[in-house]
């Protein structure tokens, strides 16, 4: 799906329900690999979707703290933190645990 679709989609289901927004999470990783395009897809939605937010997914071949202040400032509220789920944790073998996470968290 597009960005313009799930806009639209997404709008109709503001409507239908009577919300005020929406919070969309922009995952980046799952069991079936990395989508790297999934932050830009979820803000592109976002910019048409009034009184709505996204959170960015982060990804492990960057320094985390530097994508932090790149996603805040591109509009992101938050990050999305699926690593200690354990299906992502047996994906890259490691979760909060790991040394990369320290300066972010």
């Not at 960005?3 to 989609?9: L, Q, R, S, T």
């Not at 329900?17 to 969309?24: D, E, M, V």
């Not at 790297?36 to 703290?65: C, Q, W």
């Not at 690593?83 to 320290?102: A, L, Q």
């Amino acid at each position: 799906m597009s960005a313009d679709e799930g806009a639209v989609y997404l709008n109709d289901m503001i409507e239908r329900k009577g919300y005020s927004g929406l919070g969309i999470m922009c995952c980046g990783t799952s069991t079936l690999g990395e989508f790297k395009e999934t932050n830009k897809i979820g803000m592109e939605i976002i910019k048409k979707l009034p009184e709505s937010y996204a959170f960015a997914g982060i990804f492990h071949d960057r320094d985390l703290v530097e994508q932090t202040k790149e996603y805040m400032a591109q509009g992101f509220k938050g990050i999305k933190l699926l690593e200690g789920k354990p299906s992502i944790y047996r994906y890259y073998g490691y979760g909060f645990e790991h040394p990369m996470f320290e300066p972010f968290f």
